[in-house]
């Protein structure tokens, strides 16, 4: 299945999150690392971007929803999954495909804050410029985009397209708009 234009190719995404583990191994060297991937976009990502960090790591998942159409995002997040590990003085490092609106992230952030981790950033594939409606604070930021709709890398439309292994910009067609 293909998806309109490619945005980023397969190649530029394997590189940047070659980066991006690079740097987390480096900032968190000495350290241990609870890596927690923001089901379900998130699942390539961090599959790709956790075998390139070469300090030791453990992996916990999160399952959020935000309500609303398949193409806006609402501001209300659901918690669909919460983590199985406790993260009360641990390193962790959220890991998502997209940052949007930032309302998702933002939630996120204020509800493990809670639980008072020694420290909580966030590595993010994709984020998309000039829409926030919330200050985000990415540390690992893969790639900065528009405001066009993306899908693949595990990014969905109507659930499809997560399996592509690029990012692409859903034509007017495939949005069935047209
Ligand atoms: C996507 C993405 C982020 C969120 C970002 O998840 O994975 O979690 O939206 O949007 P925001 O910055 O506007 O809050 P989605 O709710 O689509 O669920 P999914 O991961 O299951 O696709």
Redesign the pocket.
Known sequence: MEAGRVLISEEEIAHRLKEMGDEISRDYRGERLLVVG?????FMVMADLARHISIPVEFDFMA???YGSSTK?SGVVRILKDLDEEIAGRHVLLV??????????DYMLRTLRLRNPSSIELATLLLKEGVQRVPVEARYVGFRIGPEFVVGYGL?YDQLYRNLPYVGVLDEHSLGVC
Not at 38 to 42: E, F, I, Q
Not at 96 to 105: A, K, P, Q, R, Y
């Open positions: 923001v089901l379900r976009g998130a959020v929803s935000s995002t998502e495909d997209i940052v949007d609106s930032g309302l998702t992230l969905d």
